[in-house]
């Protein structure tokens, strides 16, 4: 059997870099907050990429509970288009997750 080729985009080279003490505690606990090991944070900050905090377990919950509205909607939407009219009780609650989305923007 062949050997099995090199991933070319191994991350294969070392490069050490002197700081403070100070800026390794911050960038450690900066790296810590966006889930990353310090390489990966710096590697990133160095190509200006934006390094976001993972959402916590309460955005994840309100994630997946706007996911499953929109696939409802979505559903809805299918059949009302399938049958070319629109009840007057789907467009209420249109109108209510409107005006909940409106409000969920200004927080």
Sequence with gaps: MARPRKND???SVRKEIR????ELNLFTAKAKR???????????????VEIKAPPSGADLEEVRALNKIGININQAV?????MNKLDPSFAASLARLNAYLDKAEGI
């Design 9 to 11: 985009n191994a991350l």
């Design 19 to 22: 700081m403070h003490p100070d």
């Design 34 to 48: 966006a889930g990353l090991s310090v390489s990966e944070f710096l590697r990133r900050a160095g190509k200006n």
């Design 78 to 82: 299918r059949k009302l288009n399938s």
